[in-house]
Each structure stands twice: as C-alpha cells, then as structure tokens.
C-alpha cells in the first residue's frame, strides 16, 4: 500500500458520538498496522454543547496529535460547520450532516459530500450511528481500510453492547453507498 | 509459556494508571483537576478490582499526605494532578525527599502562572527539577513522550523510588495525558524492584520502634546538615546512574533540537523532515529531566554541535542547555505558551537561517 | 507492697522537653499506659503533629511517625489503609488540628476513618510563642492577640468535637481535661475506649483534652489547673459529646 498520512477532525454536539467517530478511525488505523493518535477537545473549550476529536493515521510516526488543517473534517452540527470548513486542507475532504447543519458550505476548492445522515440513521432504526454512516463515507473515499476490519472495529467496539452491532454494520454498509463515486 | 502482549487503544493518563497498578502500585489518593481527571476515574476503578485503595482526597494537601502514609506504612503509593494541584502538594513532596520515602506523583501539566487555562503546557520544568518546594532536594523526573513511555515510565517510576527512597516525578503536558494511542504490554507483566523496606513502619513487632521524620534538630552526625550531605550524595549517585537520553541522528548532526514530550515527538518529525533535505539535523530527547544530561549535550557542544531547544513555555529547560554548553551564541530557544504547540514550519525556519 | 508507680513499657527512658506544668507529659503517659494495657505496643503506629508534641517519637517505643502541620488525619489515614489491624493514631493539638488541618480533621471523620485523634486543646501556639490559636477563648491575652481574643474582631473559640458531633462517620467523642486524679482516670478511660473501639473496627473517634500551658497563659501550674476549671470549661464543657453503639 502507499504511504498513508491521514487527518481527521470529526466535530459535532455532545451526544452524536464525535468522541467515539475519532477511536473508530484510530482503532481502524491501529488494527492496519498504521500509527494512530486521538485527541479529544476538551474542559471549558467543549462547554455549550460542541465537541470534537483530532485523528491522525500514518505510516510514519506522528508528531503532533493536533490537528490545525485536516484532510479530512466530519460536521454534524452548525457551529462545527462555521469552524472548521475554512480550516480543510485544500483538495480535501468535507463530510457534512445536512440533517443538522444549518448554512451552505462556501468552499470550492475541497470535496464536500453532504447528506442527511440523522435523517438516514433514524430510517435505519438509531438516531445516534449517524456518526458509524459517516465513517463508512470516509471508508469508501479513502480506501485505506478493509471493510472486514471495520466491521471487526465495531464488534470490538460494542463487545458489552452486543445488540448494537447489527445495526451499526448497517449503518457502516450505507454509509459506503453513500460515499460510492 | 506464551507471553500475551495486547495493543489497546489507551489515553496517556489511563496508560499511567495501569502502568502503576503493573508496578504494585496499590494505593492512589488524588483530587480532580482537568487535564488528568482520566486518571483520577480510571484508578477509582481498577484499584478496587486489585484489592488496593482509591481515595478521593479533601484537597492536594491531604492527597499527598496519604500517600505520604502509605508509603511510610510500606506501600507502593501515587498521586496525581496538574499545576496547580502540583504547587499544593511541593509542602508534602519537600517533606517525602526530607523523610526519604519513595513516592511517585504524576504532574499532567497545564498553562499557568495561576489558574491560567487548560491546554498543554510545560511551564512546570523549574519547579519540577529544581526542588519545587522548600530546602535542598530533588525530585527524579521522568519525561514521557508517547502514550506506551506514559505506561513504561510509570512502571519504573516505582522502582526508581523504592531503590533511592525519593520522590520520583513523571511530568507530561496535558496533551500526553488526554491524547489516546496504541499501548501495548506484557499481560503477565510483574512488579519489577520489589526490595525490602526495613525502614517501613509496620508496629514494633521484635525490633526497636521506628521513627520516620524530616525533623532533624540533632547534632554532630545528627544534624540537619549531615542529613542534607547525605541527601546530596544520594543524588550525586542518582545523577551518576539514572540520566536517560534519546539520541535520534545526533551522530553526524551539526544542528540539534533538543526538547522534551510533546516538543519532542515534534522534533523528531523535523529532523525526518530537514534530513530529506540533506539537512545534518540531529534530536536530543531528554526522557529524564532530572537528573540533567549536562555530560552528552556538552559532548556535542565541543563537536561543534548548536542547539535549538524547543519547549511548551518561556524557556526553562533552555537554561540547563546553556550550563551544559557554556557558550549561549550555541544555544537558541524557541517556545509556546497557554497552551501553544510548537509549529514545525517555525522549528525548520529557525533551524536552517542559523549559520 | 509492690511499686505503685513505674515506667510504661511503652515509654522510652528519658527526660521531655516539656515546660513544668504542661499537659504534654501527662497525655503522652496515659496514652503510653493505655497501649500497655490493650498489649498493642508492637502493633501501634502513631502520627506526631507539628507543634509542641513534635518530638513525641523521643518519648514513645513505638512505630511513630512525622506529618507535616495539619496533614496528621491525611498520613494516618494512608497507614491505616495499608494496616488495618494496627492501632493507628494521631496526637494533635489545637493548631494542627483545628486551624490548619481542620479540612483533614473533617474529611477523615467524614468518611469514618477507623483511626484516633488524641487532640490536645491548650488554647495556644505553644512551640512558636504562645500565639492565638482557633481555640482560644474570648478574653484572653495571647502574643498576637495583646487586646484579648474579641469574637468581633478574632472570632469565636472554634468548638472541632461539637462540630464533628453532627458528622455520621464519627461514632465516639469525649472532651475531658486534666485537673484533678479523677479527671486524669476518665482521660485514660476515655483514650481506652477510643482505642478499643478502633480495635473492634468501630471506626473514627477523637479525644479531647483540656490541657494547661502555664508558660503561654503566665499563670503557675497550679493557676493554670484553676483556670482550666473556672474559665475554659465554661466554653468547652467536657463530658460524651457523642457515642454511638
């Protein structure tokens, strides 16, 4: 495989598993082999109800855990959206919970997939794995993980909570239709 | 037999915890403070499933002076906090090195002076290696950069000060303690150092009583100043014995970074970096703070060698830097504050317009 | 007749450093007599204050150790979790334990620490100079209260045992004081039971004692005794404050 140097800001309200997104990408990385780091935001910088998580996958041993420009940046609130579009490297990678963020993205110089992933979660019957769609979207784009290992993510994931797997690995499978160019 | 070694995905704080609980460690009395609450939780935990104590102290104070009495009693015994939590326990750290008991306290550094905020920092050099509280004593102090040193330097920490009878400090920014990465140990891993404790106080069962003090109001062999003098030579011994150092492509470098956690994993990256350049960069990672690598800096210093020294506060390390190499033209600093990170771009920028 | 009166076993052979009509001495022996009696003197650990009592681990034969001032209840309770069959006490008095260390003196009977307190109220700083401590009471004259402790401008004597009455981790407290034969008897009594119940896992108990400090209260031992009696009393009753099964 190519040299992977990826990085992942995953951004959201308390409760839609932001936190959780970023250990999925780092568990997934670390189970290929790569080197991982995840960095929550955290204390008085996650008051009013805004969260996020820093995610770095490479090849190479990583330096700094923050993330300042990402490659990549997964929004599912409004307030997410206004911060870190303009921080997305350019030519990369937006993922943008339409069911949530209120305002248009204004970039054109980076990809943007949106979706109304709550939309679609509740449809699949958890209004809380939109997050799990949104890393089948990235999954699909970036091709650095074998689905087989995603899917052993989140059994490993959810080894107390057995009755959430089916439908977390439903909600990964959209997410990859989804994210299918 | 086959010897377990399993990856977890780990925070820097929980790694510690389990690295001491891994060293014997069973008695944790600590107080909430942001950034190492997930260590505070995690032992509030796992120490009741290893039979140890877990108290959630009335202040820093009364934390480490617990930890004080476990010690004393015998027992591999820690506590843990960020800066400001740290500046309330130097009374009860001063009064562990007086008492010669060893003791580890974890220092999860945030931004001060004061409250300050809650974002990284490494404005705690000073007060970690140069005593921190009253009278002449050191403190050991273990640098980590990385989630796995978060675990390693915890476990040693406790053998460390078991050997010297000292306190031993592990000092890593807020970064380190919240960050997660991969941690991966023996399962069957055992406590390593376990001597005996003939000093421990155990009721005088068929031996003469024992006192345990820092007061010293004696004379002749007694005094307070034969105490210091053998203090000093202890820590001559330790600063003999226990400096540990990574040298990362120093061999052939005629530029080095020279920092510690955080700054240091960013160090590295730019000596990879600088070096694809053709850039003879080389990184000194000090992994103990104290004892000081005067002797291998100032061996690179009489190379040729000039240093930039790279931290998470005004310039603190830096000073040490510069009594080892004695010519402050060699020595340049670069810091960050409040919570800044040190930028690679500015690392390089500074690196290649020197000389 | 046999001899009436000897050295406790777990008394050192050697001369205090107390001032004449101190109550230091006479405490540090009851408690020596008591440990004695139960036959636990291989079995106790105590904690020395910062304050007069500093050096009670010169007169004690057993394990003792230092704290520093006010942190006494903070390493007793460290010990006693890694000995939990030892007798682990401390011996306070009025600063360390009511000014300084009153947030430690609270948390461990909070959370029912199965450890003593010996807490020793002489009304003052005895080892810097004969300060106002938090005990004091109003009308007296101390180094750095020369105008008498007025509760309008120093605040009233601090009563720790009334205050730790209302706390359920807390099962026994007794004041008494040191004024005469019978007193000194139901001090010994009262260390006794304190002891015992933490023997018998009963949890967190605390003793005071009303003691003279003639040198800082510029009065004779034998004034000092009276005082005790006629003025300090008054604020502090002695008696069972509390005593749970």
Known sequence: MDKVNESIISAGFGGQGVMVLGKFFAIAGMLHEFKVTWLPSYGAEVRGGTAHSYVRISSNTIANPAVFNPDTAIVMNAPSLDKFEKRVKSGGLLILNSSMAVGKPKRNDIKIIEAPLTDEAIKIGNVKIANIITAGIYASRKRIFEKDILKNVIKTMLRTREELVSVNLRALELGMEIGKE | MRRSKIKYLSTGNEACGEGALRAGCRFYAGYPITPQNELTAYMSRRMEEENGTFIQAESELAAINMVFGASVAGARAMTSSSSPGISLKQEGISYIAGAELPAVIVNIMRGGP?????????????????????????????????????????????????????????????????????????????????????????????????????????????????????????????????????????????????????????????????????????????????????????????????????????????????????????????????????????????????? | MGKTYTRPNSMKDVLTHYCPGCGHGMVHRIICEVIDELDVRETTIAVAPVGCAVLAYDYWNFDTTEAAHGRTPAVATGIKRIHPDKLVFTYQGDGDLAAIGTAETIHAGNRGENISIIFVNNGVYGMTGGQMAPTTILGQITATSPYSRRSEKEGFPLKIMEMMAVLPGVTYLERTMLTSPKEVIKTKKAIKRSFKRQLDKKGFSMVEILSPCPTYWGLSPLESIKRIENEVVATYPVGVIKEDK
């Open chain 2, 114 to 355: 004061g409250l300050g905020n809650i974002a990284a920092s490494q404005s705690d050099y000073f007060q970690a290696t140069k005593g921190g509280g009253h009278g002449d004593y050191r403190s050991i102090v273990l640098a980590p950069a990385t989630v796995q040193e978060m675990f390693d330097f915890t476990y040693d920490a406790f053998s460390l000060a078991d050997k010297y009878r000292n306190p031993v400090m592990i000092l890593a920014d807020g970064m380190l303690g919240q960050m997660m990465e991969p941690l991966a140990f023996d399962d069957n891993i055992k406590p390593s150092g376990i001597i005996p404790k003939p000093w421990a106080l155990t009721g005088a069962e068929g031996r003469k009583p024992l006192s345990a003090k820092s007061l010293r109001l004696g004379s002749g062999k007694n005094s307070l100043e034969r105490h210091n003098e053998r203090l000093q030579e202890k820590y001559k011994n330790i600063e003999r014995s226990e400096i540990k150092t990574e040298l990362y492509k120093t061999d052939d470098a005629a530029k080095i970074i020279v920092a510690y956690g955080s700054p240091g994993r960013i160090g590295r990256s730019c000596v990879d970096t600088m070096r694809d350049d053709g850039d003879a960069i080389g990184l000194v990672r000090l992994k103990t703070l104290w004892p000081f690598p005067y002797a291998e800096i100032r061996k690179l210093a009489e190379r040729g060698c000039e240093f930039l020294v790279v931290e998470m506060s005004a310039g603190q390390m830096v000073e040490d830097v510069r009594l080892a190499v004695q010519d402050d033209n060699k020595v340049s600093f670069y810091g960050r504050m409040g919570g800044g990170i040190p930028e690679e771009e500015v690392i390089i920028k500074k690196l290649k317009n020197r000389g």
